[in-house]
């Protein structure tokens, strides 16, 4: 082994923390990688070199005892470390499936070292996603809604082993059940998901017929859903047990239902305050009125409109906006107010306006305005 300090063969400062360190060992690990080196003696040395320092400086002890007594301290420097440090990695890469997934892939299937893999017993079955239109109003009042849903269910002939009434799966004779191949490359062996199983650990030679030998069958499955009051765009309603069935007889995995809010004619959503524009006639704002303005709930509320209102004025009507989810309370409504001037007057309201004008003091010569009449 090479004389240069653990710091130096992995290319970081003494004050280098742990993911400093980790990060500089990955990048020689994938670069020296006998797998990628295959017969290069120089490169599985220094993938050697590196994974000798990464193991010392990685624990805190280690490193320790390294930066005050150097290689002695961890019992490292001489030919007999060298070895035996390496002549099984099955114990140093079961921590570092995260490092050796770029290689291997990762997960189940034989992609980190160390574990058994097996898979032949129950597993839980897939979560699904179901997106769901609501609309404002129901959004606001809360509503049951049923959805149909297609998923993996158990099938009922083989009850999910995938095996012909009568029979039963057998392990596999090319893994002996593990799911997994080892074999052995150079001065390391690397588990791989056995070809035969596909990694379950069985086999099954008289297949069900309903299934295929699968175990599990695609079913439509119709289930009611509860939209509570306050819902937003993006939220998530879990339904426990209702995603699709697991292999070999696992559980089933959840349902996730994810809500959109379908746009309103009337109604803008801010939050939980609704936004309202609401038309009020030339006489309205400048006498002032009261009027009625629709609510989400389907009624209607009475606003008073103030002498001399302008346009674009906003109104707040306290506590008919969207409940909040899970609480008590709603926001508010805000009515902006657009005043509408008509296109068509009578020759008497033209008059009238003339007649207003001059008491205002305004002059409006040579008007080109048309006058209808009734």
Do not use: W
Not at 115 to 122: D, I, N, T, V, W
Not at 159 to 183: E, L, M, V, W
Not at 201 to 220: A, D, F, H, V
């Amino acid at each position: 082994m090479s004389e240069r300090s653990y710091y130096d063969i992995l290319g970081v400062s003494k004050t280098a923390n742990d993911e400093e360190i980790k990060s500089a060992y990955r990048k020689l690990a994938i670069k020296y990688h006998p797998d990628k080196n295959k017969g290069d003696k120089e490169s599985e040395d220094k993938f050697k070199e590196a994974t000798e320092a990464y193991e010392v400086l990685r624990d805190a002890k280690k490193r320790q005892a390294y930066d005050q007594f150097g290689k002695a301290g961890v019992g490292a420097g001489g030919a007999g470390y060298g070895q035996g440090a390496y002549t099984d990695f099955s114990d140093i890469f079961g921590d570092f499936g995260d490092i050796f997934g770029d290689f291997f892939g990762g997960g189940q299937g034989g992609g980190r070292f160390g574990g058994s893999g097996r898979r032949s017993g129950p597993q839980r079955g897939s979560d699904l996603r179901y997106n769901l239109e609501v609309s404002l109003e129901d959004a606001a009042l809360g509503r049951e809604y049923k959805i149909e849903i297609p998923r993996l269910e158990s099938c009922p002939d083989c009850s999910g082993s995938g095996a012909a009434k009568g029979s039963s799966p057998t392990t596999c004779a090319d893994c002996g059940g593990s799911g997994q191949i080892r074999r052995t490359q150079g001065f390391f062996s690397v588990a791989t998901t056995c070809p035969t199983c596909r990694g379950k650990g069985t086999t099954i030679s008289n297949p069900c017929k309903s299934c295929n030998g699968q175990g599990l069958q695609e079913k439509r499955r119709t289930i009611n859903i509860k939209i509570p009051p306050g819902i937003e765009t993006g939220s998530r309603l879990k339904v426990s047990g209702e995603g699709e069935a697991g292999p070999n007889g696992g559980p089933h995995g959840d349902l996730y239902v994810v809500t959109h809010i379908k746009k309103h004619e009337l109604f803008e959503r801010q939050g939980n305050d609704l936004i309202l524009t609401r038309k009020i006639t030339l006489a309205q704002a400048i006498l002032g009125a009261e009027i009625e303005v629709p609510t989400i709930d389907g009624k209607k509320a009475k606003m008073k409109i103030p002498e001399g209102t302008e346009s674009g004025q906003v109104f707040r009507l306290k506590g008919h906006g969207m409940p909040y989810l899970g609480a008590y309370g709603k926001g508010d409504q805000h009515v902006i107010v657009r005043i509408e001037i008509p296109k068509k007057i009578t020759r008497r309201q033209r008059e009238l306006i003339e007649e207003f004008a001059r008491e205002s003091g305004e002059n409006i010569p040579g008007s080109k305005g048309k006058i209808f009449t009734k």
